[in-house]
């Protein structure tokens, strides 16, 4: 059973923007201090790849090249969610997201380091 569930995901022209969340999916979902909380995608066809992801405790923010100056995470600690607001998105930007828990903050683009994880949620750029 998928720990985080996302939401907000659509179609959109070029161009255009949406914000995804995720929240845990129980209440006993615990995201420590140490955590980072993070997003990937995977395009169709491809591997799962790094978006951005945010360290609960410094809210120290990290971000992939393709997205950066585009996209931004952000977390809120009382309702224990993240969000990433996508904005200028381009069809190359089509892909399911995902919302995950990493223990700390390093090697944050590794997908099999995080312990958490959501079953995604579309997003498809197109006109």
């Known amino acids: 059973q998928a720990q985080l569930v996302e939401s907000g995901g659509g179609l959109v022209e070029p161009g255009g923007s949406l914000t995804l969340s995720c929240v845990p999916s129980?209440?006993?979902?615990?995201?420590?201090?140490?955590?980072?909380m993070a997003w990937f995608r995977q395009p169709p066809g491809k591997e799962r790849e790094f978006v951005a992801g945010?360290?609960?405790?410094?809210?120290?923010?990290f971000y992939a090249d393709s997205v950066k100056g585009r996209f931004r995470v952000s977390r809120d600690a009382h309702y224990n969610a993240i969000s990433l607001q996508m904005n200028s998105l381009k069809p190359e930007d089509t892909a399911i997201y995902y919302c995950a828990r990493k223990s700390d903050k390093y090697s944050y683009t590794d997908a099999s380091r995080y312990d958490a994880w959501g079953r995604g949620t579309q997003v498809t750029v197109a006109s």
């Open positions: 129980a209440q006993n979902f615990v995201i420590y201090s140490s955590n980072l």
């Open positions: 945010v360290t609960w405790r410094n809210n120290e923010k």
